[in-house]
């Protein structure tokens, strides 16, 4: 028989001594039906919504429908045990999760409970799940940029500290790469990240898990799982367990970024539960209130100011803002974003990526698609010189789809024309880029340079991708100096310029690509 | 029985008021009480659930085995509840009438489980509290189960205080698990 490392005597005998014997008042009821884990218990008068139930068994339930004489409630976890005339206890409680620090690194469930197999999570404080996020006063505008380091996001759609930015598309367009690469890019910037897995595969999270890892990117990172096999009440509360334990970082003047993957399996999960509890169904099944479930979520990603964390910190942290960054992940069915859940979460975030499976097939990847993808705050927090530099990418590339539509009937096209599709086919090709190799702004700065000036205009379509990885080698080999400035600075003016116009000249005298 | 709550709510309430402006509150809850006994015997149930039977004949039935006993009124709340087919609510009425009553009279039951006989002190005390805690004229009846080992648990309506060393030791087991 094996021996816990919690079963050490001394161990023991501490929590024995600290244990809380104290006696209260609780409200007791009788589980009267259970069906598909919906319970109906009659009793427990004074109830609160979002309650935490006791059950038999170390089992526990949440509140959701309050009656005149019964309580409607979810079963968080497993009911197989339990049956009708079961006792069920108020314990006076909204559902909690632990926060802090010691997350970092591990893989929880929805509830907070550890699935990696490390131990207890070393953290003793906790959290309800469902808070209101901050009100006008304490906010403060979004001026700071995430760096995601692909240089397509960064350039056309780029997402400020704070944002909240919609990854939409259909299966299998990348949707989850965009996310995973920025949670790598954030390794050494001090942002920390949660990632939220609803209702996928647990062979996918645990993938991820490894991906993590593999680029060392999970010492910052917390992942929170709700796996398909779990149920309905815990894909449901998921994203509000992940969005507390990312507001704990926010709150104490720190940046953080959370991905919900995704949100629409949340919503599907969320239909099941309102529907098994009776409530009345509204468009495509979804209840009344899934706009809401979206929205009370993603308003809590925000940027607070300094005098809210001081506030909240009683003075501990000073003159330091904090953020929450929410990049949410839509799922459509055959591009069709005028569906119910992706119409409502476009229209609560700050923009959308839109992810399309046309451009993924034809090879770009990642397959933003330029005109429909936007940033509505994003653009004040970016990175100077990517801004002058990628000002006019978006623009560009939007416009060369549709010449590009056209040009195919046309059969002499003039000068002007010619040009700008062959600069749209580079720039196009420059986009690409390879999953988990995120860009440093120094390495996107050239890049853009590079197209913008000209200097790939001579190189074959199917050459660029290759010009630019060889550009990157010999500017990191020869002009490690200025990027370092780019890097550090992110500015944009005549002596970097006139630096960035050399350094390339002298890669092209070289060609050694 | 949880079933029948909402429906019986009206009833009782209904009963309740009559019963106060004809100061037959006494006699209500003795003929309630008896109504009940009988509508939750089982041969009685099974009749009152015979899909053949008419409400008229159900409320028939109902007046031949209790009807001596009841005034005109009591007789027209067992034809009333026949025609509305809800006679089964009638033990959840009667449930309902005491707790009306026993909230206008600030009076409140609670069972007192213990693993040993109490001391009148400890019942004196208990008491006491209990009027301090509630608000209420307590009136609490004791019982005794030795699987608790120690301590006691307090039951006045929803209301539980397990102060019982199973209870303690139960959750101590649970903690020490995680």
């Not at chain 1, 890892?213 to 796996?227: F, K």
């Amino acid at each position: 028989m094996q021996l816990n490392p919690s079963e050490i005597s001394e161990l023991i005998k501490s929590r024995i001594e600290n244990f809380d014997s104290s006696v209260e008042a609780r409200t007791e009821g009788t589980v009267v039906s259970l069906n598909d884990g919906i319970l109906r218990i009659h009793g427990l008068a004074d109830a609160m919504q979002g309650e935490m139930i006791e059950l038999p068994g170390d089992t526990y339930a949440m509140a959701l429908n309050l009656e005149r004489d019964s309580v409607g409630a979810v079963v968080l976890g497993s009911y197989g045990h339990l049956s009708e005339g079961d006792t069920a206890k108020c314990t006076g409680r909204i559902l909690e999760v632990p926060i802090g620090a010691g997350l970092l690194g591990r893989v929880v469930d929805a509830l907070g409970n550890p699935i990696d197999g490390k131990g207890p999570i070393d953290s003793n404080e906790t959290a309800p799940i469902e808070k209101i996020a901050p009100g006008v006063i304490e906010r403060k505008s979004v001026d700071q940029p995430v760096q995601t380091g692909l240089k397509s996001i960064d350039a056309m759609v780029p997402v400020g500290r704070g944002q909240r930015e919609l990854i939409i598309g259909d299966r299998q367009t990348g949707k989850t790469a965009v996310a995973i690469d920025a949670i790598i890019n954030q390794t050494n910037t001090g942002v920390k990240c949660v990632y939220v897995a609803v209702g996928q595969k647990a062979s996918t999270v645990a993938n991820i898990v490894r991906k993590l890892e593999e680029h060392g990117a999970m010492e910052h990172t917390i992942i929170v799982a709700a796996t398909a096999a779990e149920s309905a009440a815990m894909q449901y509360i998921a994203p509000y367990s992940g969005c507390t334990m990312g507001e704990y970082f926010r709150d104490r003047g720190q940046d953080a970024l959370i991905v919900f993957d995704d949100l629409t399996k949340q919503a599907w999960a969320y239909r099941q539960v309102s529907l098994l509890l009776r409530r009345p169904p509204g468009r495509e099944a979804y209840p009344g209130d899934v706009f809401y479930l979206h929205s009370r979520l993603l308003e809590r990603a925000s940027r607070v100011s300094a005098a809210y964390v001081e506030e909240f910190t009683k003075g501990e942290v000073k003159g330091q803002t904090g953020s929450l960054t929410a990049l949410p992940i839509i799922e459509t069915q055959d591009g069709d974003v005028s569906a119910f859940v992706p119409t409502n979460v476009i229209s609560i975030t700050d923009g959308q990526i839109f992810l399309e499976s046309d451009l993924f097939n034809a090879g770009i990847r990642p397959a933003i698609n330029a005109g429909l993808s936007v940033s509505r705050v994003g653009g004040a927090a970016q990175t100077n010189i990517i801004k002058k530099l990628g000002g006019g990418v978006r623009l560009a590339l939007a416009q060369f789809r549709e010449l590009a539509a056209f040009a195919q009937f046309a059969s002499d096209l003039d000068e002007a024309t010619r040009s700008q599709l062959s600069r749209g086919e580079r720039v196009t090709e420059l986009m690409k880029q390879a999953q988990y190799s995120p860009m440093s702004i120094a390495e996107m700065a050239f890049s853009l340079f590079m197209a913008n000036e000209g200097y790939m205009d001579d190189v074959p379509v199917n050459k660029v991708v290759d010009f630019e990885a060889a550009m990157v080698a010999h500017i990191k080999s020869n002009n490690a100096g200025l990027m370092a400035k780019i890097d550090e600075t992110g500015e944009f003016n005549d002596e970097i310029e006139a630096g960035m116009r050399a350094a390339l000249d002298d890669f092209k005298a070289k060609g050694v690509f | 029985m949880a079933d029948y709550t909402t429906v019986a709510r009206p009833y009782a309430r209904a009963v309740y008021q009559q019963a106060i402006e004809t100061s037959t509150l006494d006699n209500w809850g003795e003929a309630l009480a008896l109504m009940s006994a009988v509508t939750s015997d089982e041969a009685m149930i099974a009749l009152l659930d015979n899909p053949q039977m008419g409400s008229e004949q159900k409320a028939e039935l109902m007046l031949k085995v209790v009807g001596d006993k009841l005034n005109a009124q009591q007789q027209n709340l067992v034809k009333l509840m026949a025609e509305n087919g809800r006679l089964k609510a009638l033990p959840e009425v009667a449930e309902q009438f005491e707790i009306f009553r026993a909230d206008a009279e600030g009076k409140i039951d609670a069972e007192v489980v213990s693993a040993f006989p109490l001391s009148s002190e400890q019942e004196e005390s208990i008491t006491t509290t209990l009027k301090a805690k509630l608000g209420r004229e307590v009136t609490i009846n004791t019982s005794i189960d030795e699987s608790l080992i120690g301590g006691v648990i307090i039951k006045a309506g929803d209301t539980i205080i397990d102060g019982s060393m199973k209870s303690q030791l139960e959750s101590l087991a649970l903690t020490l698990g995680r």
